[in-house]
């Protein structure tokens, strides 16, 4: 698992896509903020009920909450459903799988509000670090903020 505040998020679309890729198949995503302007209510197996791992994190003022099924080959339509970006009006996101949480971008992808579970390989992060998708960021970094 890795340490929160070690990551910066610099393409939130191209990392939302590649650790929803990642972690498909008995998993799950949840979008909290406001989901308006989105599609998420008219995909497949939508929820708007808080699951034993994805809860709200924002109890007031209350935003809107779904969960989606995470599964092989639907990220994309995820994406599509949330605008083809990843809006500023969603302010959580989070994703379980197999009952563990292991995606958890608070804040809009605040780096001291992120947490990065053990089923995201080395090898993806790796892969987004070398494509500019996510920068490492030092403990001075963090600190300053």
């Avoid at 080959?73 to 799988?97: D, F, M, Y």
Wanted: hydrophobic share 40%; charged share 25%.
């Amino acid at each position: 698992m890795t340490k929160p505040s070690q990551w910066k998020i610099n393409d939130r679309r191209l990392f939302l896509v590649a650790v929803m890729e990642e972690l498909a198949g008995a998993a799950h995503v949840s979008f909290e903020g406001d989901l308006s302007t989105t599609k998420v209510f008219d995909m497949a197996g939508v929820s708007k009920e808080e699951t034993p791992v994805l809860k709200r994190s924002t109890l007031w003022p209350k935003q809107d909450f779904v969960v989606l099924p995470l599964e092989p080959n639907c990220a994309k339509g995820i994406i599509t459903a949330i605008g083809g970006t990843v809006p500023k009006s969603i302010l959580h996101i989070q994703i379980e799988k197999s009952g563990c949480l292991e995606i958890g971008l608070y804040d809009n992808f605040d780096p001291k509000a992120m947490f990065l579970g053990s089923a995201l390989t080395q090898s993806l992060l790796n892969r987004r670090k070398s494509q500019g998708t996510i920068t490492k960021q030092t403990h001075r970094e963090v600190m300053k903020r």
